[in-house]
C-alpha cells in the first residue's frame, strides 16, 4: 500500500501518521522527494484502512499494490479449484452446461425441459423458483412448490439442480438443493453471503451489473472467509451505454479472473444476450475464453414462458447448440461433464 | 405499448397473436405500412409481459409507451407525497437534512455528533448499525448495540433517527427506527421490500450504483403495492468511466423523478463525492436543483472514523455548511425543517 | 417511425401535426386509446427528423423502427461485402490478421518487424506513422518519414500495410497506403469520413470508446454515402467502469454488427486488453464469435516501445499465437488470408 | 511516479531498469518489504513514459502521483484564468451566458434570435454554421453563410460571437470569430487543438462524451502547450446507462475541475438534458456548484428548428431563465457579463 502525503506536510504530524501505522503492524518505506513524499507500507496490510488514510489532511491519496482478497487469490492458492455437485467436479479442464428454464411454471414444463437437456448432454438443472423481478406485477414464481418440482425433476433425470437464494431465511428450504445460486442482484447482500459462508454447499454467484471483478472476488471472500471454498464465479454481462445489446458480456473477466483467482468461472450467454439467436455466438466466445462452463435458459416453448421468453431456447436448439459445445470444448482439450 | 412486427409475417400467425393480445383485456390498433406493421396496444397493459411478446418470431421489437410504475407516478398521484418522521414532514417545500456519522462506533462519539448536528440544526440523525461493507475484513457495525445507542441519542437530542436495514429478519429490531434505510446494495433485494411494504414505517429508499431511475421507481413500487406510502427516495451518485470521483451524481434525476413521481427525493452528497471538500458544492447544486433533503456524513473526528472518514464532515465543518444551508433553503422559498 | 401524442392534445393541433408529417412524403396510421394517441409513420422515414417531432409541445415521445443507417444495412444489401487490399478480400469466410507495432520508429524496428509477422502469416502489415497521443508531452509519431518506412516495408515484405489518418489535409500523403485507418477518436470526424467516401480507397473505421453500434454504423454510412463501399468495421474496447482492464471487448458487437450489416468486422485485441498476456484469450474469443480478421500489435522489442510496449507482443509471441489462430480460423471453417 | 516490481524479480534486471530509469533525469527512493518492492520516482516525470516500464517484464503496475497535466494545472498557476472575447472577461467571479439557436438556419432565424437574447442579457452569441451530425442525412449547416451571418449578427446585437470549427482547414474562415469552439467529438482531434495553440483566439473546449476530466485537461494541454492560454472548458453530458437522460450532466466535473485548474469551465444544459423543460433546473445546478457560466439553446420557433429543437427554450423560455440567472449569479456574489 502506497500513501502519498500533501506536499509542505508538517514533520510532527507526519511522524505521527507513521507512528500509528507502524501500530497497526506495517512497516514503512519512507522516500522524499522534491514534489512529493512518499510512504510504502509493506506486510500485511489488508487491515489497514484506506478511508482512515484518507482522512488525514496530510494525505494526499492511497493507492492499494496488493489485492485486498486471499482466500479467493490465486497468488495464495495457485491450484484451481473444483466444485463438486452430484458427483461432479466442475472447474479447469472440465467443462459444465447448467441448463433449464428460467422459471419453473408447472412440473410438466421442468420435467419435459429436464428431460430434453438431459438427453442434449447437460451438466446441471437450473430452474428459479423464487424469482427477483424489477415489477411487483411481474410473476414472482412458483416458490417452495417450485423447489419440490426441481427434487423431483432431479430424481427422474438424476441432474443435479441449481436454483437461486433470495435471503438468509430460505436457506432451510434450499438443504437439498445441489448447487445455491446468488443473483446478480443479490451480490452485495452480505448477510445472506455469510449465512452461505457457514453453509457447506456449492454457490454459483452471479457479477452484479455493474459490480467491479474485484467486488465479484471480495464477495467471494466473503463465503470463503466462513468456511466454505465451494464457489463458482459466473459473469453475465454488464451494464453499459450500448443499447442495443440487454447486458453487455464481459468476456476479458475470463481471463482476468482465471488469472487472479483460483476459482472455477462460467458464463451465462442467455441473461447477457437477451435474446435467443446471441446465445450461440457467446457461448462460442466464453468457451474460447477459457470458461468452466455455461448457464443456458432453455423453455419447452419460449413464446409462451412466463419470464425471458425471449432468450430461451427451446429444446431442439439447445440440442443443436450442445453438439457445437461438446465438438469446441474437445478442441480445447477439456472434458465435457 | 407497441409491437412491432417483423416483415413478411405470416397473416395466420399475426391473427393469432392479436388474439392472444385481446385475451388479456387490451384493444390493438393495426398499422400495417410498406416496410413494417406496427400494432399498438391501449388499455391497461401493466400486465402484458414485454418478453412474452419479444419471444414471439413474428415480433421484431417492443416499446413500452406508459410507465410500468402506477402507485410511484405522479400521473395517477399528481399531489407531492410528504413523508413524516417524529412529526417532521418531509418533502415539497419542506427541506430535510439527515446527518451523523457513516458508522455508530461507541456512546461517547454518537452522542457528540448528535448533539452537534442537532445543534447546528439537522432534521433527523443518521447512524449506521449494520454496515454493508466491500470486504469480510472491514468492520461490520456495532450491530444491535449501535440501535441501541441510536434510540439513546434520540432520547438524549429529540432527533428522529435514521438507520439501515441488511435483511427482512430485522425488521422487529428496527421497530423503533423513525425512518428505515434500504442502502444502494439492497435496492433490489425484493423480499426486503416486500417486507417494508407491509410495515407501516417511512422507508429511505437508496438509488443502486448502476440502477436506472424507472428501476428506482418500481423498487419503490414494491413498498407502495404492499401499502406503505412513506417512501423518500435517494440519489447517492452512480457509477460511470470517471476515476476522479468516487461515484458520479446524476444531479439529473432530481428534476427527473420529480417530474415522473409524487415521492420526495433527497440527495447524499457524502456518498456520491467520497471526499469531504466536494460535499459543499455538491449540496448546494442539489438545492438549486430541487431536492427535498441532504443526507450528509458528520463525525467528531473524521480521521479516526472506522468507516468513510475521507467524506465525513467535522461538526465545525458542518456547522457551517448548514449556515449556508439555510441561506440556500430559504432562497428556493423552502422551509428548513 | 412511432409518434406518441401526449395525453388531451388538441384535436386541431394534432391535424396539423399530421398535415406537417404528411407533407414529407410518409404516411400514418393513427391509433386513438382511451391513454395515449399514437401515430405510426410508414415509409421513408429517413428524413423526418426526430428532434423535430420532440420539439412538439403535443408529442410527448418519438421511437424509431427502422434503423437510420440504410447503405450500411443487411437488410438492403444481404450479401457480405468483401473489402479487397493488396489482392486481398476480406470478409465473411476469409479471416485476416493485420499485424504490426503500434508506431513507426525507425527502418530497423520497422523491417524487423515487418518481415517477422510476414513470416509468421500475418496478411497486412499495420504501423502508426501518425500517433493521436493524449498528452502533448507523448511521441507523436515519425509522420511523413513513417509513411515513407511503411511503404519501403511493402517493398521488402510484399504486406499491403494499414495506417492511421488523422486530418482530411493528410489525403494525399496517404495516396499509396493501402488501407487507411479511422481511430477510435476519429470516428466521428465528419469531415474526414466525407473525405474518405469520395476516395476510392478501403477503410478501417475503429468504433470509438463510447460509441453506440448504430453511431459506428453511421459513420460508415457516411463513407458509403460518398461512394465507397470498401470499409472495415473495428472493434477495440469500450469504456465501462471496470478498472482492471483498460477498454472492455465488447465481443457481442460482432454477432450485432454481423446482423445488422454486411461490412466484414475485426477485432483489435491489443488495444482492449492495454496487456500482453490477454491478447490470446481476447484472439481466440474474437474468432469463435465470428469476427473477420485480428489487428495485432506486435514489436521487435516491446520493453523500448515508444508507445503501448505493454500491449505489444515479441515476433516470438506473435508466431505462437499465430499457430494458434490458424488452427481455429481452420476450425471455423474459414480461410486465413 | 511509483512502480512496482514484480515478486522475485531478479536483482540484476532491477538494477538495469533503475538504471534506464536515472538515465531520464529522475531520482529513484528504493522500498524493499517481504511481499513487494517499490520503486518511488520523484522529480520531473513528466516524460517518462508509463507504457515503456509496463511493457518490462519484471513490473508488476505503475502509478502516477502526480498530473501529466502542467500549463493547465492550478498547482503551477493558482490564479484563476480569465478568457476575454469582446472585452469582456470570462473566469472566476465574472459569469457569462452564451445562448443562441443550435445551427444558423437564416439571416432572419439569426438576427430574431439574436437581438432576442441580448435584449434578455446575454453575454455572447452561439450559433452553428458546421454543424456535426450523426447521420449524413441530417442538416448539415450553412457553411460559409451561416459564418457570415453570424458575423452580420454580431455586427447588428454587439454580442461576441461563438461557433464550432471541425477542421484545422478552416482556421482562415474562423479568422473573425469571437470564440472557437471544439465539439465533444473533436475533444481529442489533435491536428485541430496544435493549429488553435498556434492561434490566438479563445476556445471554448466541450468535454468528450465519454471523455476523463484529465483527458479533457490534456486537450486543453494541447492548446496551452501551443501558446494559447485563452481555453474555457465545457461540461456538457457524459454517456452512462441512465436511458431517461440523454447525456448525464456531470455536475462534479465543475468543483473538481476548479480545484485541478485555473481555467473557466461553463455548463451546456441544453445538450445534457436533451429536452427543454430540464435546461432550468440544470442551469440553477450549475451556478450553485459554481460554474463560471452557460451555453444555453435558443431559437425563435423550436417547433421548426433544423436540429435539437427539443433541447432549445423560446425567447420568452429564455427571458424568464435570465431573470432567474440573474437572481441566482448575484445570490453567489458574482457579476453577470
Known amino acids: 500500500m502506497i500513501v502519498i502525503l500533501k506536499p509542505h506536510a508538517e514533520e510532527k504530524r507526519v511522524q505521527a501518521l507513521m507512528e500509528q501505522i507502524r501500530g497497526q503492524g506495517v512497516e514503512i518505506h519512507f522516500s522524499q522527494g522534491t514534489t512529493e513524499t512518499i510512504l510504502g507500507l509493506v506486510g500485511d496490510t489488508r487491515h489497514v ?8 489532511d496530510i494525505v494526499a491519496d492511497v493507492r492499494r499494490v496488493s489485492e485486498p482478497y486471499k482466500l479467493a487469490n490465486r497468488r495464495f492458492t495457485p491450484q484451481d479449484t473444483h466444485v463438486t455437485a452430484g458427483g461432479k467436479a466442475i472447474g479447469e479442464g472440465a467443462f459444465a452446461v447448467i441448463a433449464g428454464p428460467c422459471s419453473v411454471e408447472s ?11 438431459r438427453n442434449s448432454g447437460a451438466t446441471c438443472l437450473r430452474g428459479g423458483a423464487f424469482k427477483p423481478r424489477t415489477s411487483p406485477y411481474s410473476f414472482q414464481g412458483l416458490e417452495e412448490e417450485g423447489l419440490r418440482l426441481l427434487l423431483e425433476a432431479r430424481r427422474v433425470t438424476g441432474l443435479p439442480i ?10 432451510d428450504a434450499f438443504a437439498d438443493v445441489d448447487i445455491i445460486q446468488v443473483g446478480a442482484r443479490n451480490m452485495q447482500n452480505f448477510r445472506l453471503l455469510k449465512a452461505l459462508g457457514q453453509c457447506r454447499k456449492p454457490v454459483l454467484l452471479k ?11 471480495m464477495s467471494a471472500e466473503y463465503i470463503l472467509a466462513g468456511g466454505n471454498d465451494q464457489v463458482i464465479l459466473c459473469e453475465r454481462g454488464i451494464r453499459t451505454f450500448e443499447p442495443m445489446i440487454r447486458n453487455n458480456l464481459d468476456i476479458s ?4 479472473i482465471k488469472a487472479k483467482s483460483h476459482l472455477p468461472v462460467i458464463i451465462d450467454p442467455s441473461h447477457a444476450a437477451g435474446i435467443a439467436w446471441m446465445v450461440g455466438p ?6 474460447a475464453a477459457g470458461a468452466d462452463g ?22 431442439a436448439q439447445f440440442d443443436a447448440l450442445m453438439g457445437d ?5 474437445a478442441f480445447e482439450g477439456k472434458a465435457l461433464l
Open 162 to 171: 441449481v436454483t437461486e437464494i433470495m435471503s438468509e431465511t430460505q436457506l
Open 107 to 117: 412440473e410438466q414444463q421442468l420435467l419435459e425441459v429436464a428431460r430434453a437437456v
Open 282 to 287: 457467446l457461448s462460442r466466445a466464453a468457451i
Open 325 to 329: 459445445v461438446r465438438r469446441r470444448v
Open 253 to 256: 473477466a475470463v481471463p482476468v
Open 294 to 315: 455455461l448457464m443456458i435458459e432453455v423453455h419447452n416453448n419460449p413464446r409462451c414462458a412466463l419470464c425471458d421468453g425471449a432468450q430461451s431456447l427451446d429444446p
Open 207 to 217: 457479477r452484479g451489473l455493474s459490480a467491479t471483478i474485484e467486488e465479484l472476488l
Open 49 to 56: 484502512d484506506e478511508d482512515w488514510l484518507r482522512a488525514s
